[in-house]
């Protein structure tokens, strides 16, 4: 009976040192419970060291994360003012009073800016030939062009392409997407 009530003590004194991290442990243990109070300690002092090392590796990481330099933020982009778009009636290049101020106003930035090249995109709706809308994408180039250098533009900061009806902005085959696709394009080079 003491044999047993020894036995008992020593696996708790084993069960208890493991708990507390140690690496050995001591202790009689009786030889009818020898097989049965090794594998039990041994998984404990397994369960110990696993512990131990989750421990260990979770300090090392707080460690690296106090140790690492903050990281700036990035800088917010600096925002690029948007030149606006020219429109025009159909199969027309003329400018509409309504347009002349935006055209105006794209020239008040564009003379604070000589050095931002700009390309003049006309673009027509579908209705024509390809060709036709070509030339006349290229007439609205054109006469948006004339409009700027008369308000004192210089005409080297401009280049003029033409997508005819190529490029549009709408799909639709409808008077409101037509609409839309009647332009001129101010896009930064």
Not at 52 to 58: E, R, T, V, Y
Not at 169 to 189: D, I
Request: hydrophobic residues 35%.
């Amino acid at each position: 009976m003491n044999k047993i009530k020894f036995g008992i003590f020593a696996l708790f004194l084993g069960i208890s040192l493991a708990l507390m991290g140690c690496e050995t442990t001591t202790g009689v243990v009786s030889p009818s419970d020898d097989e049965d109070s090794m594998s039990q300690t041994d998984s404990m002092d397994q369960q110990s060291r696993m512990a131990d090392a989750d421990k260990k590796a979770a300090e090392e990481e707080m460690t690296a994360k106090v140790a690492a330099p903050a990281e700036e933020p990035e800088p917010e982009p600096e925002k690029i003012y948007e030149l606006q778009t020219v429109y025009f009636k159909f199969d027309n290049s003329d400018i509409q009073d309504q347009f002349k101020q935006i055209i105006e106003e794209n020239y008040e930035w564009l003379k604070d800016n000589p050095e931002v090249k700009i390309q003049l995109e006309g673009h027509a709706d579908e209705r024509g030939t390809n060709e036709y809308n070509l030339a006349l994408g290229e007439r609205r180039g054109k006469s948006v062009l004339n409009y700027l250098i008369a308000l004192g533009a210089d005409p080297e900061q401009f280049t003029i392409i033409s997508f005819g009806e190529e490029r549009p902005v709408e799909p639709g085959h409808s008077e409101m997407s037509w609409a839309q696709n009647r332009r001129v394009v101010f896009t930064r080079l």
